[in-house]
């Protein structure tokens, strides 16, 4: 079981910066691809960036270009680096790690708010 803390998160004008982090605990962190979401008010929970356990990363189309996924197996972290926020942005994000081995394996950060606003 891998047990998730998301941090970072805040208010922030629109062109500007935050670095997400996610602290993972418990067994074989390193196993696991990880993945961050984000849910803005009223509508669904969304993809915005994975990497897998091989450090292969993916975007959303929203995204790509300002944020950067990473991970740090031997820390048991891993981060969001996003840059030229826009208010669109603004949303829950989570952290998310998922293994599928016969059976599917997915845990869940408690979320971070992030609010990119004037």
């Known amino acids: 079981q891998v047990q998730l803390v998301e941090s970072g998160g805040g208010l922030v004008q629109p062109g500007g910066s935050l670095r997400l982090a996610c602290a993972g605990s418990g067994s074989a962190f390193s196993l696991y691809n990880m993945n961050w979401y984000r849910q803005a008010p009223g509508k669904e929970r969304e993809l915005v960036a994975a990497i897998t356990t091989g450090g292969s990363t993916n975007y959303a189309d929203s995204v790509k270009g300002r944020f950067t996924i990473s991970r740090d197996n031997a820390k048991k972290m891993m981060y969001l680096q996003m840059n030229s926020l826009k208010a669109e942005d603004t949303a829950v994000y989570y952290c998310?790690?998922?293994?599928?081995?016969?059976?599917?394996?997915?845990?869940w950060g408690q979320g971070t708010q992030v609010t990119v606003s004037s």
């Open positions: 998310n790690a998922h293994r599928r081995v016969i059976l599917e394996y997915s845990y």
